[in-house]
């Protein structure tokens, strides 16, 4: 998009006195940054834009910063070009067309230690493998990554020491990155959107810095009194915007490759590192595996010992059993032979006894038909004895019949010894019904 110069200066020139001064200046380049990123420049400055100093004691609300947040697009603002007078501070510190460019830099220290720099310059002739006094993407790459910041964030870093935007890093640009780098990862301090002035290395003091785009909007400033100049600003802006475009193409492309190779290589590192943890858990694991084996080895050949100890001592427990166990077994056939012995003489006994159960029974009989005659014979024998009493009784009457009064007649007599044959005759006849 081309803006015309004269509008530019229009606006910058705040307070109309044909000069730019510090702050102007400042709008300027805001304006020529806007206009290169393809941003429309306003037809009215705007109050948020108007330096404090050029302000009329006034305060707008939702005031920014004259100067962008960020920095300017790199690639587009690499070189000077080559036509066009260069305009300069003048005591006053303002800018003049009519003026040549003096730098009037005060000296400031540099934020990079001494110390730290020394470290870093042996880190940098280790790395600057072809020796031109400049390391490359490629070579500084493994150097950065190992730092494990992310890709972005690696990335500003080197487009914020490429104050030259060369591709390459110098011994003190190289010192500079190393040093955001560390003070990111050491003390978590981010590095800053643009360059301090004491961030600037100081080989790159006193020379065109990384804005060096500002020597087109010088260029643009200086020749608005000329039209002819104009003209010829105008076509050679145009054919440095062209150049810087397809820089800035090649550069993305070189970017993105290198940004494709740092994600290989990133994908690679987190799988060769999770490959890493992985064998070593697995060797830790079989440590620890190892570890147990040999105390179940340990403990098994201790067994080992116990059971060998015990089948020695089972083995003399089993000899000595044997020995007591054929001992046993000659007691015992001794003992099976006496306990036939005794069980044919138990069965001859229990024969002889059943035939002593017979003649028993038998003699039982016997005693039992002798008792029974022996009963019988003694009811006779009482008999027989009742009878001789009656019979001992009747001779008694007899004798007392013949010693008695002779008065009695025969016919008692008579009496008296059928009595005495009836008796007889009873007993009698009681011991054959006995018999």
Not at 71 to 79: E, F, M, T, V, W
Not at 260 to 277: C, F, G, I, V, W
Not at 426 to 435: H, L, P
Request: proline share 6%; glycine share 4%.
């Amino acid at each position: 998009m081309l803006v015309s110069p004269l509008q530019v200066w229009d606006l910058s020139d705040i307070d109309k006195d044909g000069h730019l001064d510090r702050d102007e200046f400042a709008v300027a380049m805001h304006l020529v940054y806007r206009a290169l990123e393809k941003e429309p420049v306003p037809s009215a400055l705007p109050p948020s834009l108007i330096p404090p100093s050029k302000r009329k004691k006034t305060v707008f609300p939702g005031a920014v910063p004259v100067l962008p947040a960020s920095p300017p697009p790199k690639d587009s603002l690499r070189s000077t070009p080559s036509h066009g007078s260069v305009s300069s501070l003048n005591s006053t510190g303002s800018l003049s067309p009519k003026h040549s460019l003096k730098q009037t830099q005060p000296t400031v220290n540099w934020v990079v230690p001494v110390t730290d720099k020394m470290r870093f310059d042996e880190i940098f002739l280790k790395t600057d493998l072809d020796l031109d006094g400049y390391v490359s993407g490629q070579e500084v790459k493994e150097i950065f990554m190992h730092s494990g910041l992310t890709q972005n964030l690696l990335a500003h870093i080197w487009a914020l020491a490429d104050t030259r935007q060369t591709g390459k890093l110098s011994k003190d640009q190289f010192a500079l990155a190393m040093y955001f780098i560390q003070q990111k990862v050491s003390k978590g301090i981010d590095p800053p959107q643009v360059l301090s002035p004491d961030m600037v290395p100081p080989s790159e003091r006193g020379t065109p810095g990384p804005v060096s785009g500002a020597g087109h909007a010088l260029g643009v400033l200086t020749s608005l009194p000329t039209t002819c100049h104009q003209v010829a600003l105008k076509y050679s802006l145009e054919q440095d915007i062209r150049e810087k475009e397809e820089a800035i193409r090649q550069k993305t492309s070189e970017v993105q490759e290198l940004q494709n190779d740092l994600d290989r290589e990133t994908s690679s590192l987190q799988e060769l590192e999770a490959q890493k943890q992985d064998a070593q858990d697995r060797l830790d694991e079989m440590d620890q595996q190892k570890a147990k084996l040999r105390d179940m080895l340990s403990d098994v050949r201790q067994k080992c010992q116990d059971e060998t100890q015990m089948i020695s001592s089972l083995k003399t427990q089993i000899q000595s059993q044997e020995s007591d166990l054929k001992s046993q077994e000659d007691d015992l056939n001794r003992a099976k032979s006496e306990l036939n012995r005794l069980q044919q003489e138990e069965t001859q006994l229990e024969q002889s006894i059943q035939a002593g159960r017979v003649q028993l029974e038998t003699i039982i009989k016997s005693l039992k038909s002798t008792q029974d005659e022996i009963n019988q014979a003694r009811s006779k024998l009482s008999q027989l004895h009742e009878s001789r009493q009656e019979a001992h009784r009747s001779l008694e009457q007899y004798d007392q019949v013949l010693d008695g009064a002779h008065g009695a007649s025969l016919t008692d007599l008579a009496n008296l010894s059928e009595g005495v044959s009836l008796a007889e005759r009873g007993s009698f006849g009681a011991m054959v019904k006995v018999e």
